[in-house]
Structures are given as structure tokens and as C-alpha cells.
């Protein structure tokens, strides 16, 4: 296990970039940042912006984000394009996590409540689409506390994060992206199950925030491995390198040693705590490339 850079609030939507290397944001603190291939330094990709839970590559360039807004980030800067704001449906606050499949639809999950607002009144979000003509549906209600997403290798299964459930619910997908009503998947009672990825066999590799740890789930729901970080807020996680079998796992503050003095929270502390840090260690079985958002950009 390699620490590869720290110094960061909350860090979250880990991305794989082929090229360039791994995009992770920082939700307390704003900005898309850039840990290059070749190893250089980290540089800033998108400065500001705060509260980027989730990211995913468009095919035109760029990067859609999550946020206040579902929106694209154009390379270079430019004008924000928004795709999905807090009108996609009643008590929206925001979006976190967010994914795609094969044919470049967008999945994405919303919030009605802050999850770094001490004492904000917990309220339900929902899981939307992103079609490839750009409009979007609700297609599930009563998520607790949206998180990470993923679809199987074969396109059957849409994966979920519920942290305050303490799941991972799977939705059967359809040939057009809509869902049958969703059932559980896996447990996770070490903490609270945050960011997903996918490997090539169809495993499920689970965060664990406030768990300090990686739960990786056999296709059948089983549990596979635990793997053991030394932080404990762990957020998110995903696939990358030549061979997509460099497994970048991602953290937040809490539990730091740097956090003392802030505010806690359920996603990791706020305030000035910098202790969010990216590891990297080396897996087994390659990592789910995830394809680029196709949808149309307004």
C-alpha cells in the first residue's frame, strides 16, 4: 500500500483518466484535482467548486460533476453546462454519487439533507437517469443517504450505497436503464458503506466510511476480503492504471490526527482538518473500466 497525497479535506469521486492519470475532488475544501500517470506532482484540474461527491468523463471532454447541480466542467474552463438541478424532484438539496453504463447514461443519486451540516434534518433523496437525450426520471424513492454506484459487467445489475442503511442494495436493469424495485445486496456493519467500484469478475469493492476499511462482495453477495486502510474514513474508491489493476482508495480527514477541533460530520468533518489522503495498492483481478457520460450536454 503506497500513500500517493494528503493534505485534503474530504476527498471524494475518484476517476480514472487514461493519459493523464487519477481525478479526485475535494468536497470541503472545492477543486478537481489531478495525481498525473507519470507520477508528477498533483495539479488543480477545477478550482472552487465544493461539495463534488461523484465524476464521470464525457466522451465530448470534460467532466460531469455532482454537487449543487449535476453539471459539465468543460477541459480548460468555460461555461458550466447544468443537466440536472434541485427541480428533478420535490426536498433535492444536492447530488453525490454518481455512475454510468454501457451506452453512456448516467445514473445518479440525490440528497435531502447536507451530509457535512451538523444537525441538518435527515431527509430521503432519490435515484435518477440521466437519458442519452439529456432528460431525466426518478426511477427509485426513500434513499436514505445516496452513495456509490455501479453497474455489473453485463450490464444486468445497478449496485447502491445506502449509508445510513448500512447497505448495498442491487436494482435488474433494462435494456432502456430503468430499474425493478431494489433489493438487498450486502450488509455492512462495520460502518457505513459509502463509494463502489467493480472488478472484471463481477466483485463488488465497498468503502467503508468510519470503518477504516474495503469490503470487496462476491457477485452472489458473499464477502470476499477485507482490506484495511490507517485511516478510518474511508470514502471512495476506484480501478485505474495501464492494466486497471491499481486500486485507489480515497479518504476523508476524520481520524486524521489533523481533524482536531473541527466539526464532525457523516461524510468526514468540516472546517480546516487536511488530512484526507489517496492510497494505492496493487489488486488481482483488473478493475471495471467505466465508460464516458454520452448523454447530451444542454
Known amino acids: 500500500m503506497e500513500t500517493l497525497a494528503s493534505g485534503y479535506g474530504l476527498i471524494?469521486?475518484?476517476?480514472?483518466?487514461?493519459g493523464a492519470g487519477l481525478l479526485f475532488s475535494d468536497v470541503i475544501h472545492g477543486g478537481v484535482h489531478c495525481?498525473?500517470?507519470?507520477?508528477?506532482?498533483?495539479?488543480?484540474?477545477?478550482?472552487?467548486?465544493?461539495?463534488?461527491?461523484g465524476m464521470a468523463l464525457?466522451?465530448?471532454?470534460?467532466?460531469?460533476?455532482?454537487?449543487?447541480?449535476?453539471?459539465?466542467?468543460?477541459?480548460?474552463?468555460?461555461?458550466?453546462?447544468?443537466?440536472?438541478?434541485?427541480?428533478?424532484?420535490?426536498?433535492?438539496?444536492?447530488f453525490n454519487d454518481i455512475t454510468t453504463d454501457s451506452e453512456g447514461r448516467l445514473y445518479v443519486g440525490s440528497l435531502g439533507f447536507s451530509p457535512i451540516?451538523?444537525?441538518?434534518?435527515?431527509?430521503?433523496g432519490y435515484l435518477h437517469?440521466?437519458?442519452?437525450?439529456?432528460?431525466?426520471?426518478?426511477?427509485?424513492t426513500g434513499i436514505e443517504l445516496t452513495n456509490g454506484l455501479g453497474v455489473s459487467p453485463d450490464g444486468r445489475r445497478l449496485y447502491h450505497s445506502d449509508s445510513r442503511t448500512h447497505q448495498v442494495w442491487q436494482y435488474e436493469r433494462s435494456d432502456d436503464g430503468g430499474l425493478s424495485p431494489r433489493t438487498p445486496f450486502a450488509e455492512v456493519s462495520e460502518g457505513l458503506a459509502d463509494g463502489l467500484a467493480l472488478s472484471e469478475d463481477g466483485a463488488v469493492w465497498v468503502a467503508v466510511a468510519?470503518?477504516?476499511?474495503?469490503?470487496?462482495?462476491n457477485a452472489d453477495g458473499s464477502r470476499r476480503e477485507r482490506i484495511a486502510f490507517p485511516l478510518p474514513m474511508v470514502t471512495s474508491l476506484c480501478f485505474g492504471g495501464r492494466d486497471m489493476r491499481d486500486l485507489y482508495v480515497v479518504s476523508g480527514s476524520r481520524g486524521s490526527g489533523s481533524d482536531r477541533g473541527g466539526t464532525g460530520s457523516a461524510r468526514g468533518g468540516t472546517g480546516s482538518a487536511r488530512g484526507g489522503t489517496v492510497?494505492?495498492?496493487?489488486?488481482?483481478?483488473?478493475?471495471?473500466?467505466?465508460?464516458?457520460?454520452r448523454v447530451k450536454l444542454p
Open 129 to 140: 437517469l440521466i437519458g442519452l437525450d439529456g432528460g431525466s426520471r426518478v426511477l427509485a
Open 58 to 94: 464525457h466522451e465530448s471532454g470534460g467532466l460531469i460533476v455532482s454537487g449543487r447541480n449535476i453539471a459539465h466542467k468543460p477541459d480548460g474552463g468555460g461555461a458550466t453546462l447544468v443537466l440536472l438541478d434541485e427541480t428533478a424532484a420535490p426536498g433535492v438539496v444536492g
Open 35 to 53: 495525481l498525473p500517470e507519470d507520477g508528477g506532482p498533483v495539479r488543480t484540474v477545477i478550482e472552487h467548486r465544493r461539495g463534488i461527491g
Open 12 to 18: 471524494e469521486g475518484p476517476v480514472w483518466r487514461p
Open 117 to 124: 451540516t451538523p444537525g441538518a434534518e435527515q431527509r430521503p
Open 210 to 217: 468510519d470503518g477504516g476499511c474495503v469490503l470487496v462482495f
Open 279 to 293: 492510497f494505492r495498492l496493487r489488486v488481482e483481478v483488473p478493475g471495471l473500466p467505466v465508460a464516458p457520460a
